[in-house]
C-alpha cells in the first residue's frame, strides 16, 4: 500500500483478496438467515476468489483468497442443498 499526504493507494489485487474474504465470511452468516442469499453471495466469492488468485502477487493475498474462496464455496454447497439459488 502506498501512502502520501494526500491519498491512500490500495493494490487492486489486495483490495480483491480482501473483498473475497469478506464474502465468503459473509455467506457463511447468511446460512443462519437466507439460504438462497447465502448460495448467491458463496457463488460470486468462488468466481472473485478465483479471479483474485489469477491476480494475486504475495502469499497473504494467496492465503486469503483460498480461505474465501473455500468458505464462499461451503457456503454454496449448504445452500444448494436447502435450495438455494432459485
Request: glycine share 10%; hydrophobic share 60%; charged share 10%.
Amino acid at each position: 500500500m502506498d501512502t502520501t499526504a494526500s491519498h491512500i493507494h490500495a493494490d487492486t489485487d489486495h483490495v480483491l483478496a480482501a473483498a473475497t474474504l469478506t464474502l465468503g465470511a459473509v455467506a457463511l452468516v447468511l446460512l443462519a438467515v437466507a439460504h438462497g442469499a447465502a448460495a448467491w453471495t458463496g457463488l460470486v466469492a468462488v468466481f472473485l476468489g478465483l479471479w483474485s488468485q489469477l491476480l494475486s502477487r504475495t502469499r497473504p493475498e494467496r492465503f486469503e483468497n483460498v480461505v474465501g474462496a473455500t468458505a464462499g464455496a461451503l457456503a454454496l454447497a449448504i445452500g444448494l442443498a436447502h435450495g438455494g439459488l432459485l
